[in-house]
């Protein structure tokens, strides 16, 4: 299984981004997928994630939104309202397991830079 995120960039406090992860190699039906970010000094931590419905971060919630496309394999990550502090990789994930597995499958990661 391969996922291949894209979407990120350099965008102003108050912007938005769309992020996407295409995913190969699989049966996308299968699979939960999420969204994860790493700031640069700080540990990876969760931000979204859809298996039948869509879950988030406190930190990001009614901001962000995760959808899955499933004629197109890909899951994507709406984000408004953006703020510096969101600054960071963002990586998409996959994985086959019931809840509170971990993910098996990761993307390569896309940047995410929020000026102030």
């Known amino acids: 299984v391969q996922l291949q995120a894209s979407g990120g960039g350099l965008v102003q406090a108050g912007g938005s981004l769309r992020l996407s992860c295409a995913v190969s190699?699989?049966?996308?039906?299968?699979?939960?997928m999420g969204w994860f970010r790493q700031a640069p000094g700080k540990e990876r931590e969760f931000v979204a994630g859809?298996?039948?419905?869509?879950y988030y971060a406190d930190s990001v919630k009614g901001r962000f939104t995760i959808s899955r496309d499933s004629a197109k394999n890909t899951v994507y990550l709406q984000m408004n309202s953006l703020k510096p502090e969101d600054t960071a990789v963002y990586y998409c994930a996959a994985k086959s397991g019931p809840s509170g597995s971990p993910y098996d499958y990761w993307g390569q990661g896309t940047l995410v830079t929020v000026s102030s």
């Open positions: 190699g699989g049966t996308f039906s299968r699979y939960a």
């Open positions: 859809f298996r039948w419905s869509p």
